[in-house]
């Protein structure tokens, strides 16, 4: 019972970061009509706002200390960081225990700039070429986002360690034991996804979003800026996959190919939840996160070998075939 | 298109001044006028660098050719010689292979066999590369390797860690320095048994292809012997990046050492995930659980982070060491880079000095010739103390390096710490053992 | 000429003439220069471009004409070559029946994959490719290890039955070949300063994509090709005409898999190994860029953007700084160092970026890909507006 409890913990946990991840993509998709192959790049920018949060909070000064030796025998180099010496070293070591939260705040607007000055300066045109336009500038985006990371903080994971409190277990009831960050994570995109939702459903400013995902013409012809709107929804999009890059880091240390590894898997997840369809997508991403994690159980592997490998593509398969538009989606959108 | 026709003309015209086209059989033929493929005949002859510059491994492939660099630096005459000094071999000169100066050629594996094969070839068809080394998967180390022993060039294998690549993959032209799944089992078990005890429950997590097969049935084999018990042993997809689903059932499995049988990107995340679910304050049996990664580098120690701490597994070199040799090693990279090497970066300078102290002592590039004075090849000197290149399957024989995730670094550097030096002797096998057995040298190809 | 119209003609004229002199066109610089790093005219390289080619060729057939964009055509790639590699291992190291059965087996595999994809249309349609591809990729890499000896690759072995082949003492691999004529073997033509290499296995492919070239016109030209674009601009209208249009799919989609199965096949009788990464998603991704990159629904176009492609990933990836430094040596050395501080990011371990750059690039500016850009420049060059070409050239909505 526990091993049951366990796993679906840890699809909550998966499903989680793939329904936050398709749900940006939902909304620019819904929103705009175009297909964003850069989607991963931006979860994993939002990532590395943390590593990058982290460095600059480790900005250090070197001094030498002549007791230890470095790796050529030279005296070492010991660097402190301005922050340790300017709030005194346990309220500084403090500060830099904290930088994932604190790359939390850092994150949302730099993802909304990243989010704006994407549109406005590419995407904007690929409005009205074709799907497979888009997805070449969106994919070639993608390569260029990642390739730049890379050659900024190399090919090898960084850690982003959680708070030393949120780092630990916690023992929930019934004795189970679980990782805090986790828990976290998953209130924390909970959180995020209600606030979308509420956004669009309670707000003016949503209100004419959805209208206008639902008829655009229309609702320019109404003398609504449209477009602008739409801009603002990009950047919230962006922001949304930044804020599941940065949080996610302490649970697997960022790498600069993190957005491809996210990318196919967010797609079938939109897909599966239906094209269009914003409930359909977090569905679709919680669902699939705990099949994920149940095949993945001894007992399932050992039933039919290899459904690990494969669990999510199949389920993706047969809820295409038994339901021609995914879990809710709409009809002739991308059909 | 004129650019086109304008070459065309410029070649009849540069074709009518020298009087003839000579047409001349080439590589990949039966019949050559060549003794061998590429046989050096300027002043100078070319080694290919096939190292992984894209992908997971980018940072590993960097390292190895900064070394591939160095060695090329100091097979020429330049800088301070690093382990040319120290070498129990004295056949170089510091003035080239065979008075030809070495020139090199790089490419990008991207840790693809596919891809690995064809940055190969391209180096042996248009660059005349004599050798091929590089490389940081054992998947990509079989694939050129089969490639090498085709086109009748050396291979000398980069980072590849599977039995198979000298077990029943083993090939004529290839050489591996590096050291293997069953030598990682066989000098880890013994500090096993010291630091944990011989009454363990074993759970392995294993990534699920060939390296990680060959890596964990070594290491089951070798804990099993000591009287350890394998309760499970769990495959992981190879594009798995979240472990949660295969840590949590470790929790109530009964097992009390989880043995980790990943490697890169795949390593760092299961250990991560280990670490989170508390695994390593945990207490089973009355006993600390413990966490083993039987095949660590420091690169990916540093991928790790804190989670490295106290965690035990075994490596081919550490910079750390303090024979004349390491010392030497470190002390000429670390001056041109900046930071000290890391095992892959060691593995492939020796792989490069070896292969031209071969031919230097063979006295012709022929990889006959070359293999000939590899098999058997007895040396000291290059940092893993006294080895045997054997003959039997080219695979050396050195001691092996338990270590463990230092509890208080002083640096970003200093990230392990040397338990033991397990003496080659102790890891040394029959070349007929069930593990490695299946393949065949072969014969060595020349290629023309 | 063979069936085609004039301008069809030319254009195949075209292509075959640019194929059969390409040891020349490839290797425009001396090989003793600077500038020897961007020939491209080895008989690997040139393997691959004209393979590749014959894939993107097929996928355009499939999406070019009936707009449907399949994400997982590199699995019709894998099987062709798992195919052709268990020939060589089981049969005769004669690359016909291995290049026979990979197609066939490639076929019946997109038939199967066809069938229950083709359900669906849009976006569904691609993600039931791509996950039945996804599959087929991990269960390689993996639990099928027995048939596909997963991480490494399928490889030939000494002890291999070969049972048409005469048996082989001599302690190495036995090589493919055409009824004794061996894939490898090649003659190099040194004239001057320059070296052309010709390679067998080189011109066996070009032959090979010549073919699959000329059938792809008919098909752009048959009744059949005008129903499947008859399929992409209005498939509600097909069928309220009473015509199914799901037979032509089919055959579109298994013509392409059957493409891709020849490919797989040259691949592996060029180089007899089989790695599980060739049905990876990037791979299949790998092709839907080479066809937008070089322009969807043209004839040539498909053929540009394998060629671009493959030729950043072999030739701008060995690029290093020893490369520039020479390049750059006579320049004085601070701006020699500049300069190739400026180029370094672009080359070598960057060529991702390079290549990721190019493609927003054209994508941008070539809305028809390159093929556009080449009408482009013709057009620069006669003022009045362009004629050859143009029809093949032409660009129709995705969707």
């Not at chain 3, 160092?337 to 054209?362: A, Q």
Request: proline share 4%.
């Amino acid at each position: 019972m526990d091993a049951i409890i366990l796993q679906i913990l840890n699809g909550l946990d998966k499903g989680s970061a793939y329904a936050l991840i398709a749900l940006g993509l939902t909304l620019i998709f819904g929103t705009l009509g175009v297909v964003n192959f850069a989607h991963g790049a931006l979860f994993m920018i939002g990532a590395f706002c943390a590593v990058f949060v982290q460095r600059l909070l480790n900005l250090s000064f070197e001094t030498v200390d002549p007791s230890k030796t470095d790796f050529l025998g030279q005296p070492l180099k010991v660097k402190t960081p301005y922050v340790e010496s300017w709030f005194g070293p346990d309220v500084g070591a403090t500060i830099i225990d904290w930088s994932v939260p604190l790359a939390v705040l850092f994150c949302i607007p730099v993802m909304v700039l990243i989010g704006f000055v994407m549109e406005r300066g590419l995407i904007k045109h690929f409005y009205k070429r074709e799907h497979a336009d888009q997805i070449l500038v969106t994919f070639g985006l993608a390569i260029v986002l990642q390739e730049v990371i890379k050659a900024f903080y190399g090919a090898n994971p960084i850690q982003t360690p959680a708070p030393e409190t949120l780092s630990g277990v916690a023992t929930l009831a019934g004795g189970i034991v679980y990782p805090v960050w986790r828990i976290v994570y998953f209130c924390f995109a909970a959180v995020i996804i209600g606030g979308v939702f509420a956004f669009l459903q309670f707000t003016t400013f949503g209100m004419v979003v959805r209208a206008g995902m639902a008829d655009r013409e229309t609702v320019g012809l109404l003398g609504i800026n449209i477009d602008r709107r739409f801009t603002v929804m990009f950047g919230i999009a962006a922001a949304v996959a930044g804020l599941a890059g940065v949080m996610y880091g302490p649970i697997n240390a960022p790498n600069y190919h993190m957005g491809m590894d996210f990318l196919v898997l967010s797609f079938v997840v939109v897909v599966v939840g239906g094209m269009g369809s914003l409930p359909g997508a977090v569905a679709a991403g919680f669902l699939l996160g705990i099949l994920e994690s149940f095949a993945s159980t001894t007992w399932a592997t050992t039933t039919i070998p290899g459904i690990n490998q494969i669990i999510i593509y199949l389920v993706a398969i047969i809820i295409l075939l038994t339901r021609p538009r995914g879990l809710l989606g709409k009809k002739g959108v991308m059909e | 298109m004129s650019k086109t026709n304008l070459t065309r003309r410029g070649v009849l015209k540069s074709g009518a001044v020298a009087g003839a086209g000579v047409a001349l059989p080439t590589i990949f033929t039966a019949s050559s006028a060549a003794a061998y493929t590429n046989e050096p005949t300027g002043g100078s002859v070319t080694l290919g660098f096939n190292v992984p510059q894209t992908g997971p491994y980018a940072d590993e492939g960097a390292d190895e050719l900064r070394a591939y660099e160095l060695a090329v630096e100091h097979l020429n005459g330049g800088g301070d010689g690093g382990m040319m000094n120290t070498f129990s071999s004295n056949a170089l000169q510091g003035n080239g292979i065979l008075g030809k100066k070495v020139e090199f050629v790089t490419g990008d594996t991207q840790t693809k066999s596919d891809a690995a094969r064809a940055s190969a070839k391209s180096m042996i068809e248009k660059d005349g590369a004599i050798m091929i080394t590089g490389g940081s998967s054992s998947g990509v180390a079989i694939a050129v390797q089969g490639l090498c022993q085709e086109a009748g060039v050396i291979f000398m294998a980069g980072l590849t860690h599977s039995n198979d690549t000298t077990g029943k993959d083993k090939k004529a032209n290839g050489f591996r320095h590096f050291f293997n799944g069953y030598m990682s089992g066989a000098a880890l078990a013994p500090v096993l048994k010291q630091l944990y005890g011989d009454d363990r429950k074993a759970y392995h997590l294993t990534a699920d292809y060939t390296w990680g097969w060959t890596q964990q049935e070594s290491i089951a084999a070798a804990t099993e012997a000591l009287g350890w018990e394998t309760v499970n042993n769990v495959l992981t997809p190879l594009a798995a990046t979240d472990f949660s689903s295969y840590i949590a059932p470790v929790l109530n499995s009964g097992a009390d050492v989880l043995v980790l049988n990943h490697y890169g990107g795949n390593m760092v995340n299961s250990l991560t995930n280990a670490v989170q679910f508390g695994l390593r304050n945990k207490e089973v049996n009355g006993k600390n659980f413990e966490i083993v990664v039987p095949l660590f580098s420091r690169l990916m120690a540093r991928g790790a982070g804190e989670n490295i701490k106290g965690i035990v597994g075994s490596t081919n070199w550490h910079w750390s060491l303090q024979d004349d040799a390491s010392k030497a090693f470190v002390k000429s990279f670390g001056t041109k880079y900046g930071f000290p090497p890391s095992q892959a970066a060691h593995t492939v300078y020796c792989q490069t000095l070896l292969y031209a102290d071969a031919c230097q002592r063979a006295g012709t590039f022929n990889p006959c010739g070359v293999a000939e004075a590899l098999e058997g090849f007895e040396f000291d000197g290059l940092g893993n103390g006294k080895t045997l290149y054997r003959a039997e399957d080219h695979q050396c024989f050195k001691d092996v390096l338990v270590v463990k995730g230092k509890e208080n670094p002083t640096s970003e550097f200093d990230l392990l710490e040397v338990v033991e030096v397990t003496p080659a002797a102790q890891v040394t096998y029959a070349p007929d053992h069930p593990m490695f057995a299946g393949g065949a040298l072969g014969t060595c190809n020349p290629g023309a | 000429m063979f069936g085609l119209n004039k301008k069809d003609s030319a254009l195949l004229l075209l292509v075959a003439i640019l194929t059969m002199l390409a040891p020349f066109i490839l290797n425009p610089f001396p090989s003793d220069s600077g500038l020897a790093q961007f020939n491209a005219g080895y008989p690997d390289l040139m393997q691959r471009f004209v393979i590749f080619g014959i894939f993107a060729i097929g996928f355009n057939i499939l999406f070019g004409l009936t707009g449907y964009l399949s994400f997982g055509h590199a699995a019709f790639l894998g099987v062709g070559s798992y195919s052709a590699v268990w020939m060589f291992k089981l049969l005769s190291m004669n690359i016909i029946p291995a290049i026979v059965l990979s197609v066939a087996i490639a076929g019946l595999f997109a038939l199967v994959i066809g069938y229950v994809s083709l359900r669906r249309t849009g976006i569904y349609f691609s993600i039931l490719t791509l996950a039945f591809a996804q599959m087929s990729f991990a269960l390689a890499y993996s639990v099928l290890t027995p048939i596909t000896n997963g991480e490494t690759g399928l490889q030939l072995s000494l002890d291999d039955p070969r049972i048409l082949d005469s048996a082989n003492t001599s302690g190495s691999l036995p090589v493919t070949s055409l009824f004794g004529l061996e894939m490898r073997s090649s003659f190099d033509l040194v004239v001057g300063p320059w070296s052309f290499t010709f390679s067998v296995g080189y011109y066996i492919c070009a032959i090979a994509m010549l073919l699959a070239f000329y059938l792809s016109i008919r098909i752009f030209r048959s009744p059949f090709g005008m129903m499947l674009r008859a399929i992409k601009s209005n498939q509600q209208r097909l069928n309220y005409t009473g015509l199914n249009p799901k037979p032509y799919t089919l055959a579109a989609f298994v013509i392409s898999g059957m493409y891709a199965g020849l490919a797989g096949g040259l691949l592996a009788s060029m180089d007899p190994l089989a790695g599980a990464e060739r049905m990876q998603w990037t791979a299949s991704g790998e092709v839907v860029l080479m066809t937008i990159l070089g322009g969807v629904g043209t004839l040539i176009g498909p053929v540009l953007g394998a060629g671009l492609i493959k030729y950043f990933e072999n030739i701008f990836s060995k690029i290093n700084d020893t490369v520039l430094h020479g390049w750059f040596g006579i320049l004085p050395d601070g701006i020699e160092d500049f300069l190739v501080s400026i180029i370094h990011p672009f080359v070598g371990k960057g060529w991702h970026l390079t290549l990721g750059i190019i493609f927003m690039l054209v994508v941008t500016f070539l809305p028809g890909g390159l093929v556009e850009g080449g009408q482009r420049i013709a057009r620069l060059f006669r003022s009045k507006k362009k004629t050859d070409g143009a029809d093949a050239a032409k660009t129709e909505p995705a969707e």
